[in-house]
């Protein structure tokens, strides 16, 4: 049976010329590729630093590491993410909190965090050292007004970026960091571009680029060694606890050669945007929202089927249609508080009842760069099949 997935890497003859030039190469680790992958995306987006690692979840752990994120520290997320969002704050000993989402960009929404940082300050409680925000579906977040209160309450902000290469906020490309301390970016081969597996981290501050550096690889470094004397060639020094976090050349080369096409991508995940809005407009479904100081890179299409507080029969009678039919549609996001690990931490469902409201009746619709308009009319008419037959009596 066809089958057609939600999203999906596309790999063309540049790409596969790019990685065997690696692969015949000396260098098939980290090498002069993973620094021509870090400039190209740096320059892409106007930020002075990057470092390119194996995935986006080890970009969010350095970014913590290198915010000196540590036990006893609180970090808070958005609960509408994927796992590794909070995930890298707690592998450094940090506390989570979650703030609730807009109901309509699914974002953090920027007054419930003002609201959180208010009782939460008023109480007396530990404020926040870091708040991540997720780009979700490709739309940023209210940067400006989570900017402000960073300065207000001074706490830092990375920006999980997984979904958001190739987005624009106020006109300026999502990773120039002008909101935040480190953006981080996915590679992953559902995102827009893809390096197999990868991830990057981008800043503008010299200390954080030269901590991520060193904490990725081992916290060991060369080139400025002060225990020995430089005259010993292969002196190597460890001067902090890292770990092996490095992308290879072959991924680098991938990285690079989509980079070309990231623009792209990202104008035909709009045009599929655009159809979806037009032939699902007769459906009894809500949209995805887009507000107007955004551009999204669209890495998801998310609709809501179904009415709130009906148990979510409808999204599940849909992606079952769906599946049976060989499309591919996901679920994003189980809200991560609800997960049995954060459970076990003290978190309880009903602490975001937008995320909460939102998963119930969410369904991520297929959309990627390759993705052809008859494909499109499939998904739709699938859709329409499901949506418009009789209730069964
Ligand atoms: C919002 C978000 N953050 C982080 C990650 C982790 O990305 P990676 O698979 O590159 O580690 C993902 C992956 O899907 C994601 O969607």
Request: proline fraction near 5%.
């Amino acid at each position: 049976m066809k089958f057609l997935p939600y999203g999906r890497q596309e790999i063309v003859s540049q790409d596969i010329e790019a990685v065997t030039r690696v692969l015949q190469s000396p260098f098939i680790t980290q090498g002069p590729m993973v620094e021509a992958f870090e400039s190209c995306v740096a320059r892409y987006c106007g930020a002075d630093y990057a470092v390119a690692v194996n995935s986006a979840t080890s970009a969010l752990h350095l970014a913590c590491l290198a915010l000196g994120v540590t036990r006893g520290d609180h970090v808070w997320t958005s609960p509408n993410t994927f796992v590794a969002s909070a995930n890298c704050a707690r592998l450094c000993g940090a506390e989570i909190g979650f703030v609730d989402i807009d109901p309509r960009t699914y974002n953090l929404c920027a007054n419930a965090l003002e609201e959180k940082l208010r009782i939460t300050s008023a109480q007396g409680l530990p404020m926040p050292k870091v708040v991540v925000v997720v780009h979700f579906a490709g739309q940023s977040c209210d940067m400006d007004a989570i900017a402000n209160l960073s300065d207000q309450y001074g706490f830092r902000i990375i920006e999980d970026a997984s979904h958001a290469i190739g987005a624009r906020y106020k006109e300026q490309p999502v990773g120039q960091c002008q909101y935040s301390d480190i953006t981080v970016f996915s590679f992953h081969p559902v995102k827009i571009i893809t390096s197999g597996e990868g991830g990057i981290a981008l800043c503008n501050q010299p200390r954080l680029h030269e901590r991520m550096a060193l904490l990725r690889t081992h916290g060991v470094q060369k080139s400025s060694c002060t225990q020995a004397a430089p005259s010993e060639p292969w002196v190597y020094q460890q001067d902090a606890l890292g770990l092996n976090y490095r992308m290879t050349d072959i991924q680098a080369a991938l990285g690079v050669s989509q980079m070309s096409r990231l623009d792209d991508y990202v104008q035909a995940r709009h045009a599929l945007a655009s159809r979806y809005d037009q032939l699902l407009q007769p459906l009894d479904v809500t949209l995805p929202f887009q507000h107007a100081d955004n551009y999204s890179s669209f890495h998801l299409y998310p609709v809501l089927v179904g009415q709130s507080g009906q148990g979510g029969a409808g999204r599940r009678n849909l992606y079952t249609h769906f599946h049976q039919h060989g499309i591919g549609v996901n679920v994003h996001y189980i809200p991560v508080h609800t997960q049995p690990y954060y459970q076990a931490q003290g978190h309880r469902h009903g602490d975001c009842p937008n995320a909460e409201a939102y998963y119930e009746r969410t369904i991520s619709l297929p959309i990627f760069g390759s993705m052809t308009f008859s494909e499109q009319d499939w998904v739709v008419d699938v859709m329409t099949d499901q949506l418009t037959q009789p209730l069964a009596a």
